[in-house]
């Protein structure tokens, strides 16, 4: 079943609102600000099917694309689960979710508001994760745009071959880099990377979707929402975070260097799905359509008139 196929994502209940700002004000920046202005416990770009679409409907369609490729009751694990939206929204589903954040706040405040025991949160990072497992397999990981985080895509990708399953899959979401560019300004990989390291790592290439166009309006909805709600912002977090204001800033800088990178084609958003093969070697990527033909050359800006 294709990444990019219409599909309708079915509402949430509401996320319980924290009891008080001081809640939201142990958490890191940017996630407590999303988390004030979306109360949707994702911190991660959404899919906009139709403009009526709220973000926290987007972002909650973005991993149900993913979840319908698995069998239910599968056993999940979201790496970098940030505020736990995926792992409730999975556990929902039917699945068994475990949540990874080394973020202790993140962790606290997920499982706070966890309604369901197929829904776990574990304060690790992945290789304290992975050593911990101790030789358990799981039928699927979820990488939601965590990928800057690791340096080595290889290496990433052969410690989670070691908690798979023969068979298990990696649906991977991220933002990448035109592969023209040189420098990494936002610790993006460029576009291709990840599939070239998973033929080295024993993976099969089931999808690679560029899904840009439906999710890239999530920046703009942001920045909106971040000007719109700014006084407000400070007035919540003011008292219990004396910096505030430089998080505002720094987030609404990075909204709009993403804004423009995804303007210029600098920037675009994929969503990859992989397979656990039984096999390693270079004959092991099997893809589903024809292979991306060779990127077209950055635009340049146009001098103004």
């Known amino acids: 079943m294709s990444l990019d196929a219409p599909f309708s994502a079915p509402l949430r209940a509401a996320t319980p609102a924290p009891e008080n700002n001081s809640e939201l004000a142990t958490l890191p920046a940017p996630r407590c600000l999303h988390e004030f202005l979306a109360r949707s416990q994702h911190d991660h770009f959404g899919f906009f099917e139709t403009p009526g679409d709220s973000l926290r409907e987007a972002q909650d369609r973005l991993i149900l694309r993913g979840a319908r490729l698995l069998q239910r009751n599968s056993l999940v694990v979201d790496v970098g689960c940030g505020l736990g939206g995926a792992v409730h929204l999975l556990a929902a589903q039917g699945h068994r979710v475990i949540g990874l954040d080394p973020c202790a706040a993140s962790i ?19 290789t304290e994760f992975a050593r911990r497992a101790r030789g358990a397999r799981f039928d699927a990981l979820l990488l939601t745009e965590v990928l800057t985080h690791f340096s080595d895509i290889g290496a990433l990708l052969n410690e989670c071959r070691t ?21 990494r300004p936002g610790g993006f990989h460029t576009r291709g990377a990840l599939s070239m390291a998973a033929d080295a790592a024993g993976f099969d290439v089931l999808e690679a979707r560029d899904l840009t166009t439906r999710t890239s309006p999530t920046v703009a909805r942001l920045g909106r929402a971040l000007g719109e709600k700014r006084p407000e912002l400070l007035s919540a977090f003011g008292p219990e975070r004396p910096a505030i204001a ?10 709009r260097a993403l804004e423009l990178g995804f303007a210029r084609a600098e920037l675009s958003y994929q969503a990859t799905l992989l397979r656990c093969s039984a096999r390693l070697g270079t004959d092991s990527v099997v893809l589903r359509r024809a292979p991306r033909p060779e990127p077209a050359p950055l635009r340049q800006p146009q001098p103004p008139s």
């Open 108 to 126: 606290a405040y997920a499982r706070a508001r966890a309604s369901s025991p197929r829904a776990q949160f574990v304060a690790s990072d992945l």
């Open 163 to 183: 908690l798979l399953r023969s068979g298990g899959q990696l649906l991977v979401h991220e933002v990448v880099q035109h592969p023209s560019l040189v420098s």
């Open 246 to 255: 430089r998080e505002l800033d720094e987030w609404l800088a990075r909204l």
